[in-house]
């Protein structure tokens, strides 16, 4: 089953609105990764993950991995109308193959 | 990172015929990765390829379905077998950046969208 889990599943914003979307592992991860996938498109790595607390940033885009590497979080500041799209994290929960988390469906409303 | 033509891009076909899937790739790799994603759902790996031996296949997918080829370190394909509606999905090759073994991310092609009638 699915090993890595993500929430929310949809989430609907005003232009110019924040966005978070969380991404939980009942396993202590290696690394994650996040991916973005534009409608009609295939997934893009975006970043990846690898300290226990770590933070990066990319313009709008923080990335978290918790102190526990056991979550992690994307935030989105001030979302445009380029940002709609779904955001897929994946991790290699067992140490070998990576797993697609179940992804967040951004829509931005102008 | 690599790129990866794919092709086709998409297919309407009738069940019970097969559809061979082609991923391309402008440099080598040890690796080569086949997932499938239904529509608006999330991406379950296939099977990996590698070059010179049968690939290695996920749980819930067997080789007479999806028999996969991997001639060299460039090339891959994968074909679905004795189609039927349900395989109707978008499916996607991928590679990894790798460096000193390490996984740094995929790279995915451009996706096959194929739709079974």
């Known amino acids: 089953g699915q090993q890595v889990m993500q929430i929310p599943q949809y989430q609907h914003v005003q232009e110019g609105e924040d966005f978070t979307t969380y991404c939980n592992s009942s396993t202590t991860l290696s690394n994650i990764q996040w991916y973005k996938q534009r409608p009609g498109g295939h997934p893009v790595f975006l970043i990846q993950?690898?300290?226990?607390?770590e933070v990066k940033k990319q313009k709008r885009l923080t990335f978290q991995f918790g102190e526990a590497k056991k979550n992690s979080s994307l935030h989105i500041t001030a979302t445009q109308t380029t940002d709609v799209g779904t955001y897929f994290c994946?991790?290699?929960?067992?140490?070998?193959?990576?797993?697609f988390g179940p992804g967040t469906r951004l829509s931005v409303l102008p | 990172s690599a790129v990866i033509s794919q092709k086709p891009s998409r297919d309407i076909c009738q069940r019970g015929t097969s559809l061979t899937i082609q991923c391309q790739v402008d440099?080598?790799?040890?690796?080569m990765f086949w997932y499938r994603q239904q529509p608006g759902q999330s991406l379950t790996l296939i099977a990996t390829?590698?070059?010179?031996?049968?690939?290695?296949?996920e749980s819930g997918f067997v080789i007479d379905k999806f028999p996969i080829s991997r001639p060299n370190l460039t090339f891959s394909t994968l074909t679905v077998s004795n189609m039927s509606p349900e395989d109707s999905s978008i499916y996607l090759c991928s590679v990894e950046k790798t460096f000193d073994f390490y996984n740094y991310g995929y790279t995915f092609g451009s996706g096959t969208r194929l739709t079974v009638v």
């Open positions: 993950l690898v300290k226990s607390g």
């Open positions: 390829a590698n070059q010179g031996s049968e690939a290695t296949y």
């Open positions: 440099s080598q790799v040890t690796m």
């Open positions: 994946a991790a290699p929960p067992l140490g070998q193959n990576f797993v």
